[in-house]
Every structure is written in C-alpha cells, then in structure tokens.
T-cell receptor
Framework: NAGVTQTPKFQVLKTGQSMTLQCAQD?????MYWYRQDPGMGLRLIYY???????DKGEVPNGYNVSRLNKREFSLRLESAAPSQTSVYFC??????????FGPGTRLTVL | KNEVEQSPQNLTAQEGEFITINCSYS?????LHWLQQHPGGGIVSLFM???GKKKHGRLIATINIQEKHSSLHITASHPRDSAVYIC??????????????FGKGTLLTVNP
C-alpha cells in the first residue's frame, strides 16, 4: 500500500498562475484533508471532505478550491497564486475521527 | 476557539536523557493526537488518546482531561528521536467534526 500520495513534490509558480495539487489514498478512508504548514505556525486546515461528495471550509480557505473526485482522490486548486500562498501543503486521510495519515507534502513557492 | 499550546518550543537533550513535552488546550476535546515530523520529512501519527495513558516502545503519552493537559515522554532518548513533535486536538462539538487544531510544535534535538 502506498498510503497517501501527493503530486507534485515541488512547484514554483509566478503570481497569478494557477495549479492543482493532487492527493490520493489507497486505505479506503472516507475523510480527507488539506493543510498548509508555515514557519512558526501550526498546521492549518484549508479544506476537508468528511465523506465522498462533501467538502467544507477549514480555517484558511480563501484563495483555494477543492474537489473530492472520488473516494480515493482529493485535489486542491489555486486559481490565481499569490506570494502569501508560498507554503508546504499536506494532504491527509482518515477513517472518520480516527488517526490521520499524512502525505509527504508539496513545497510550493509563489514568486 | 480552541487554543493549543506546547512547551517548550525548543528542547536539547543528551542521548539517554528522559524527555517530556507538554501540551495544553483551552476547550473540551474528544481526542488528542501526538505527531512526529522529521526535518524535511513527512508527518507521522504517534498516538491518539482520549483518556489515561498509552505506551509504544520508548514513547509514553498521558492525558488529564480535567486539567486539559497532555504530556509526551521519551525514555532513553536517542539522536534518531530528533524531530518536531506536534500536539493536535479534536474538539467535542459533536457531529461529523473530524477537524484537528494543532500546536506549533516542539523541536527536539538529541545530541550523541
């Protein structure tokens, strides 16, 4: 089992460009999450999907959109990237309120 | 809003020492998680607990619900334990609330 996979691992964007971060899990989890991690701050929830077909805003949703494509896949889209979105992005999945399993992260730089 | 505070922010120890990292939170919770993140690495869940104590190898996690406090202990610390340790809590607001609130982490360095 691969667990939680994320692509790409690294990305550099110019201000205003768009991109989609991909996340997939093979553990048959129903819940999936997108976090960002910035220096000196804890992980912050961007969006989450409690189950297939549902998505909800987290703590810092502005500038992002998500799609729960199916039970396995949960993508995060930046429509018009800004330097403030420079961060490390982590996807995670869980079975309900149980332990969350994290992907390896995507390091995004917006110039 | 649930605040999660960890102490200390940074901790340096000699190999073999007993380590304690603390986590305090401000509202009622249904579960508390301890996670580990190695430099430049991914995040791994160590424990999820809602009461009492759990042990895995040299790691022990305890929680006191009444005092809204948890501790992570590492016995016989080793340089490979060097990592950031993160506390996270899930509030007891009910429903399908699986969201976690995270502390800022404690950077542990264990010197040989």
């Amino acid at each position: 089992n691969a667990g939680v996979t994320q692509t790409p691992k690294f990305q550099v964007l110019k201000t205003g460009q768009s991109m989609t971060l991909q996340c997939a899990q093979d553990m048959n989890h129903n819940s999936m999450y997108w976090y960002r991690q910035d220096p000196g701050m804890g992980l912050r929830l961007i969006y989450y999907s409690a189950s297939e077909g549902t998505t909800d805003k987290g703590e810092v949703p502005n500038g992002y959109n998500v799609s729960r494509l199916n039970k396995r896949e949960f993508s995060l889209r930046l429509e018009s990237a800004a330097p403030s979105q420079t961060s490390v992005y982590f996807c995670a999945s869980s079975w309900g309120a149980d332990t969350q399993y994290f992907g390896p992260g995507t390091r995004l730089t917006v110039l | 809003k649930n605040e999660v505070e960890q102490s200390p922010q940074n901790l340096t120890a000699q190999e073999g020492e007993f380590i304690t990292i603390n986590c305090s939170y401000s509202v009622g919770i249904s579960a508390l998680h301890w996670l580990q993140q190695h430099p430049g690495g991914g995040i791994v869940s160590l424990f999820m607990l809602s009461s009492g104590k759990k042990k895995h190898g040299r790691l022990i996690a305890t929680i006191n619900i009444q005092e809204k406090h948890s501790s992570l202990h590492i016995t016989a610390s080793h340089p490979r334990d060097s990592a950031v340790y993160i506390c996270a809590v899930r509030s007891d607001s009910g429903g399908s609330n699986y969201k976690l609130t995270f502390g800022k982490g404690t950077l542990l360095t264990v010197n040989p």
